[in-house]
């Protein structure tokens, strides 16, 4: 797949299929991640891959199975969502927070080196790590593109990411900034249209 034509496709979606990814691809997948900006030039990165099925409904076992429609409408109006094209993308994916990672091909939790905590950082450069590790995320989205899988995260809420962290044995000095759902898109998966932005208008050259 041509470069711009993989970021045109790349899409979130949150309808996969649980059709096993060959392991070679995978790799080819991830190994994009490990091309991606680092800010201490170590890429200091791993990744868990989950691929046993009963080992992926553990891990998302924290996520609410199911939420309601009034609950979507509730945290949609806590959150001030006015923008048509917005509150169709969220109605879509608070309701499928748990089974677009249940039934995707595999599950993988990115994991970065983090100093200090990540919460309370001292300045924006304690942030470092955690703005070259999306770099690596994005890179692992666009080479999935290329491959014709299709991605979805999550970010994890409340204890989530200590109940990982204790039921893998993840090291105390690495975080998890999301889960990723890897696999081929349904034939029925739902294609939420993006926000059109005219580039014209978001572009400017040597002041606003």
């Not at 939420?67 to 993308?89: A, G, T």
């Not at 759902?181 to 926000?195: D, L, N, R, S, Y």
Request: with cysteine; proline share 6%; hydrophobic share 40%.
């Amino acid at each position: 797949m041509e470069f711009y034509e993989a970021i045109q496709k790349r899409r979130t979606v949150r309808d996969l299929s649980d059709e096993p990814i060959d392991p070679q691809i995978l790799k080819r997948i991830l190994s994009a991640g490990f091309a991606a900006p680092s800010n201490d030039h170590m890429r200091d990165w791993h990744f868990i891959v989950l691929t046993d099925r009963q080992v992926i409904q553990k891990v998302v076992g924290k996520i609410p199975k199911t939420v309601s429609p009034k609950r979507v409408e509730f945290i949609m109006r806590s959150w001030r969502l006015n923008d048509e094209c917005q509150q169709k993308m969220y109605a879509d994916a608070i309701p499928k927070q748990y089974q677009m990672l249940l039934h995707a091909g595999c599950v993988v939790l990115p994991l970065f080196k983090q100093k200090g905590n990540l919460l309370a950082p001292r300045s924006l450069s304690a942030l470092n790590a955690f703005a070259s590790m999306w770099c690596c995320i994005e890179n692992i989205f666009l080479a999935a593109t290329a491959e014709n899988y299709a991605c979805n995260l999550r970010i994890p809420l409340g204890d989530e990411a200590q109940y990982i962290q204790k039921e893998l044995n993840l090291p105390d000095d690495y975080a998890l900034p999301c889960y990723i759902g890897i696999g081929k898109p349904k034939e029925t998966f739902t294609a939420v249209a993006q926000k059109e932005i005219e580039i014209e208008h978001r572009i400017h050259f040597n002041q606003w």
